[in-house]
């Protein structure tokens, strides 16, 4: 295991508001960041010294970033896996290749996270549509079927009600192989942020309890409103698919609640995670500053939650009713990444609120007028 110590490069791999955040973490202990993204002035780029702009698969710029990084890191998990691993033979990547192509395809992420023992929605895999016509039977409906590949924000999937609906999902195919998994009725969805350095040690952060909105996270909300011992048992499932992966630096786990207390695991993220956000003000570490520590070799620090807090994403449609509004608000931590258009729908930034009362925060959020449908 290398030690990285500031005055030394991290690159990072896409840069998006998560490189940013890690790359602001970053610079606070005075390590320089290199990035690569295939837009200039990225958010990470804004705040990157070396900005290395072409496609995440160019096999150049992955050489030249190896070049002038001392280690190597990635925002997100949709990078090329080959590309990928080739850099991990030249390059110092402590999180390795791995994780990225198991969380990279729906099919190996639920085989995985089944055979580290914890709990997965019934669920079948299917190449084509007619596989899926066949094994529907296995788990019935309703279910939602999910592309294998490159799903995001409930983008490529359908929810089934019944057999006559079935021919909805065809048109999935035409994009990747599919799972289909029985509908859970949640009552709530939680995620747990764990993070791991190579010498095994890790830590969760507090539990979020999130709220979508248009498949979007709209809001997390930390402590998670459950009970101790969802907690529990949330905190073990993230452990046990954690050592399970051999994980190094950040998985989000995100799960369902179920009405009898049961949780059910959802889909992983092999990096931060926006219901992590809130960890900037609100922990003592925060998901960041931890994951610079995980792949820089440092020890770990055992979070704490100063408050309960409240994470709001500001997506393109709500920037100007929130600027407008910035001056009643001066205990909202706003955070918003540098992004040149405020498209509807684009996470633009968030605003966290740290408070004694998430009931109260809940409704103040409300009635600000900055989040309409
Ligand atoms: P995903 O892209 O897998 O995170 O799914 C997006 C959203 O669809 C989730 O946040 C849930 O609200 C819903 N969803 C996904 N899978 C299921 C399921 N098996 N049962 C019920 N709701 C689901």
Same mark, same amino acid.
């Given at each position: 295991m290398k030690t990285i110590l500031?005055?030394?490069? #991290?690159? *990072? *791999?896409?840069?998006g508001q998560l490189g940013r955040m890690m790359g602001v973490a970053a610079k606070e202990a005075g390590f320089r960041i290199a990035v690569l993204d295939p837009t200039t002035d990225s958010p990470c780029g804004q705040i990157a010294d070396i900005e290395i702009v072409a496609p995440y698969n160019d096999e150049h710029a992955l050489e030249e970033l190896s070049k002038v990084s001392d280690v190597i890191t990635f925002e997100f998990e949709n990078i090329d896996y080959e590309g990928l691993k080739r850099l991990t033979e030249k390059a110092y990547v402590p999180q390795g290749a791995e994780l990225v192509r198991i969380t990279q395809n729906r099919i190996n992420e639920k085989a995985e996270i089944q055979k580290s023992g914890a709990p997965v929605a019934p669920y079948i895999a299917a190449d084509t549509f007619d596989e899926l016509v066949q094994k529907i039977d296995q788990i019935g409906f309703p279910c939602i079927v999910k592309t294998a590949f490159g799903g995001y924000d409930g983008k490529g999937q359908v929810k089934l009600d019944s057999k006559e609906q079935l021919e909805e999902a065809s048109g999935l195919f035409t994009h990747s192989s599919c799972i289909a998994e029985a509908f859970v009725p949640f009552e709530k969805e939680i995620s747990v942020i764990i993070q791991r350095n190579l010498a095994g040690e890790s830590y969760c952060l507090?539990?979020?309890?999130? *709220?979508h909105k248009h498949h979007i996270l709209h809001e997390s909300i930390v402590p998670a409103r459950v009970d101790s011992n969802v907690l529990q048992q949330a905190e073990k499932a993230a452990e046990k698919i954690a050592s399970h992966l051999e994980l190094v630096g950040t998985?989000?786990?995100?799960m369902f609640v179920l009405t009898d207390g049961k949780i059910v695991i959802n889909e992983l993220a092999p990096r931060p995670h926006n219901s992590g956000?809130? $960890? *900037?003000? +609100?922990?003592? #570490? $925060?998901?960041?500053?931890?994951? #610079?520590? +995980?792949?820089c070799g440092w020890p770990l620090r055992k979070p704490k939650l100063?408050?309960? $807090?409240?994470?709001?994403?500001?997506?393109?449609e709500h920037v100007e009713p929130l600027t407008e509004r910035i001056a009643n608000y001066p205990d909202w931590s706003i955070h918003l990444y540098g992004k040149a258009e405020a498209k509807e729908k684009r996470k633009m930034g968030h605003v966290t609120i740290m408070t004694e009362s998430l009931e109260d925060t809940l409704q103040e959020i409300e009635q600000s007028d900055i989040w309409k449908d």
């Open positions: 500031p005055g030394q490069t #991290i690159g *990072i *791999i896409g840069g507090p539990i979020a309890e999130n *709220i998985l989000a786990v995100e956000h809130y $960890s *900037i003000e +609100a922990c003592n #570490i $925060s998901q960041f500053h931890q994951h #610079i520590r +995980a792949v100063w408050a309960p $807090s409240i994470m709001v994403n500001v997506l393109g």
